[in-house]
């Protein structure tokens, strides 16, 4: 059937670019925002928390989004270096850092002409994030991009060995490790999980019960901070060298990133390390979302 023409529509409208890494998806902001105003990343990022912040509701939460959407939101970036600047939206807040975000912005700045002309083999986009600068490098060949690779902000093993009272599990051990974003990292035989075979709800289950004693969580990619901050607590145990190239598969989608430190530096008083993630990203969809003003559940709701 022929729709001779579009119904009519009032309200704001937002125009997104959907893409998912491994499974875990990306909503990428067109057009339709107002101007985030501050002078830094991390000001524009209070700035969209306190005088913005129902427009990540609107498109993070049903009915246009869910529970696990994230959202990048490209602005202007302070650094010289940067070709572009990101906010990182999702069910809670603004994150600091989203790995899987910058595999899919990766090719995303290449193919909407964000950044100069693209170099085969691979083309650099500098990504400033609200953590700070992180290099991608998009795979470009005949007109098409391909699998990104970026470089973390410095990475490293915050504090191992913690014992931490988890509600319902009694006192756990966990290494706490930053790439980007802080992350608690529990062995799944603790709670008698595997990541690969337990039920996702049985490990969201554990996952978040040690989340709410340390924050952490479950994602459908093996998530490209968190892949940074276990290459980091890796290299900072000795089990593994510089170079050294571990795969990391998602228990939820089998998705891979590939993760290795490729460098030593330091951050602050931490022996840190510069760790390179590997994945793919795919586009799955363009959309204009629409608000009317009627609609009691226009601003977003989540059921779970
Ligand atoms: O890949 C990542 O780093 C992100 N994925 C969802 C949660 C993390 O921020």
């Given at each position: 059937m022929a729709f001779p023409s579009l119904p009519p529509h009032c309200g704001s409208v937002i125009s997104v670019v959907?893409?998912?890494?491994?499974?875990?998806?990306l909503r990428i902001i067109l057009n339709g925002f107002p101007e985030i105003q501050g002078n830094t990343i991390l000001a524009k990022r209070r700035y969209m928390k306190e005088h913005l912040d129902h427009l990540r509701k609107l498109l993070m939460f049903e009915p246009r989004g869910h529970k696990d959407m994230y959202g990048a939101l490209l602005v202007p970036s302070e650094?010289?270096?940067?070709?572009?600047?990101?906010?990182?939206?999702?069910?809670?807040?603004?994150?600091?850092?989203c790995g899987h975000a910058v595999i899919a912005l990766g090719r995303f700045a290449v193919d909407y002409g964000l950044v100069k002309e693209p170099t085969s083999p691979e083309m650099q986009i500098n990504i400033h994030c609200p953590c700070g600068l992180v290099k991608a490098f998009t795979e470009y060949s005949n007109g098409k991009?391909?699998?990104?690779?970026?470089?973390?902000?410095?990475?490293?093993?915050f504090a191992t060995d913690i014992c931490v009272s988890v509600a319902g599990y009694g006192s756990v051990t966990v290494d706490i490790s930053y790439g980007g974003a802080l992350y608690a990292f529990v062995s799944a035989s603790k709670f008698g999980l595997d990541v690969n075979n337990s039920k996702t709800q049985d490990l969201v289950d554990a996952a978040t019960a040690v989340s709410k004693a340390v924050k952490s969580q479950v994602d459908r990619s093996p998530t490209g901070s968190g892949v940074t901050a276990r290459v980091a607590l890796q290299y900072h145990k000795g089990l593994i060298g510089l170079n050294q190239t571990r795969s990391f598969q998602s228990g939820v989608t089998r998705s891979?990133?590939?993760?290795?430190a490729i460098e030593e530096t330091t951050c602050g008083v931490f022996k840190a390390v510069v760790v390179e993630v590997k994945?793919?990203?795919h586009y799955s969809g363009v959309a204009t979302f629409t608000q009317e003003s009627d609609d009691a559940l226009s601003g977003g709701f989540l059921l779970r």
């Open positions: 959907d893409m998912h890494t491994g499974g875990e998806p650094l010289a270096e940067a070709d572009i600047g990101v906010l990182f939206l999702h069910n809670e807040g603004y994150s600091t850092m991009t391909g699998a990104v690779r970026f470089h973390s902000v410095p990475a490293f093993a891979v990133f590939t993760g290795r994945g793919h990203a």
